[in-house]
T-cell receptor, first 114, second 111 residues
Framework: DGGITQSPKYLFRKEGQNVTLSCEQNLNHDAMYWYRQDPGQGLRLIYYSQIVNDFQKGDIAEGYSVSREKKESFPLTVTSAQKNPTAFYLC?????????????FGPGTRLTVT | QKEVEQNSGPLSVPEGAIASLNCTYSDRVSQSFFWYRQYSGKSPELIMSIYSNGDKEDGRFTAQLNKASQYVSLLIRDSQPSDSATYLCAVTMNRDDKIIFGKGTRLHILP
């Protein structure tokens, strides 16, 4: 899992509540990413950020929000607008040089919403 | 629509044999290719990256890239039970900031 931490490992919430997932890295990587993974599915990109104070929507951004106020941190908020939030959430980072697309993942947060 | 296709498996291989995992991609201009290993309940771990046609070897792992045929493969020699995992193929264009992941192939090494 390198120098990327995600907390908590397991998270339980009631439907209708917003919840924020933490992602911190000490690798001095410029780019950070959020994915969700559902059983038997590949990784789907939610949001990504190449530099501080800038981020872009991925393929499934609806119902999610992010911020990138510091290079080390890229928190993800799952809002009540997300229709099916129960999933395994993965944060990744990559160094913005020649091998920019070698992404390294944190340990993940498993979110269950009931 | 960019796509990365993998056989979902499970692929069962006897211990000590060669495991061969394949991946095809739809975007002809894709330039960077990766293999990740994911154990059940864990996050993906980058094990190989390849950027040019041909073979790239790292220990028991060999990645093979054929851009003309749009496929990339991963060979695991002397397969061990600890190699049992899901292997994700990932592809990107250097002009695009995003990686496209396949759904993964489940590999089961039989002791």
């Amino acid at each position: 899992d390198g120098g990327i931490t995600q907390s908590p490992k397991y998270l339980f919430r009631k439907e209708g509540q917003n919840v924020t997932l933490s992602c911190e890295q000490n690798l001095n990587h410029d780019a950070m990413y959020w994915y969700r993974q559902d059983p038997g599915q590949g990784l789907r990109l939610i949001y990504y950020s190449q530099i501080v104070n800038d981020f872009q929507k991925g393929d499934i951004a609806e119902g999610y929000s992010v911020s990138r106020e510091k290079k080390e941190s890229f928190p993800l908020t799952v809002t009540s607008a997300q229709k099916n939030p129960t999933a395994f959430y993965l944060c990744a980072s990559s160094i913005d040089e020649e091998r920019a697309y070698e992404q390294y993942f944190g340990p993940g947060t498993r979110l269950t919403v009931t | 629509q960019k796509e990365v296709e993998q056989n979902s498996g499970p692929l069962s291989v006897p211990e000590g044999a060669i495991a061969s995992l394949n991946c095809t991609y739809s975007d002809r201009v894709s330039q960077s290719f990766f293999w990740y290993r994911q154990y059940s309940g864990k996050s993906p771990e980058l094990i190989m990256s390849i950027y040019s046609n041909g073979d790239k070897e790292d220990g028991r792992f060999t990645a093979q890239l054929n851009k003309a045929s749009q496929y990339v493969s991963l060979l695991i020699r002397d397969s061990q039970p600890s190699d049992s995992a899901t292997y994700l193929c990932a592809v990107t264009m250097n002009r695009d900031d995003k990686i496209i992941f396949g759904k993964g192939t489940r590999l089961h090494i039989l002791p």
